[in-house]
């Protein structure tokens, strides 16, 4: 119960704006959002946080990484990042995907970056840095919500 009240931290104002349109980066960022991502394990998380100087929440963990590796912003809550994704299947996931759960009791509350072998790197509050979780993890796999992507079609 604990870490469901530390993780709404990284939840960010919801999907207030449904207007963004789903990205179509190219596959060949993938790659480097996942090293990207990797390269900032450990950083500490920070409410609101948006850069490694200050730390990440997670959904400022993706718009940084995004960013940093496709030149490409993506909005800022994870509700909007939803909404400027594409659904997609679990079994398709590939490396730079999204994955989204549901930590407070709506869609959309958390987000991570999908890393492969059933593995994504996140930014949650209760373990206060960014780090890498899996899948099938009893607390995220009782609350995996959607897998999403912003590349384009193969």
Do not use: W
């Not at 959002?33 to 400022?60: K, Q, W």
């Not at 490409?72 to 490396?95: C, K, Y």
């Amino acid at each position: 119960m604990g870490m469901l009240v530390v993780l709404g931290g990284c939840a960010g104002s919801g999907n207030r704006h449904s207007h963004y349109t789903a990205h179509e980066i190219p596959t060949q960022h993938r790659q480097e959002v996942v090293m990207t991502a990797l390269g900032l394990m450990g950083t500490p998380y920070r409410h609101g946080g948006n850069e490694p100087a200050i730390g990440f929440d997670c959904s400022g963990l993706v718009n940084y990484v995004f960013h940093q590796a496709a030149g490409t912003r993506l909005p800022r809550t994870t509700g909007n990042q939803a909404a400027a994704s594409r659904r997609i299947s679990r079994r398709d996931l590939r490396e730079g995907d999204l994955v989204f759960f549901n930590t407070l009791g709506r869609p959309n509350s958390h987000v991570g970056i999908y890393i492969g072998d059933g593995r994504f790197v996140n930014a949650p509050s209760s373990g206060g840095r960014v780090r890498i979780d899996a899948l099938d993890n009893p607390y995220f796999a009782k609350r995996f919500d959607s897998a999403r992507t912003v590349f384009a079609r193969r």
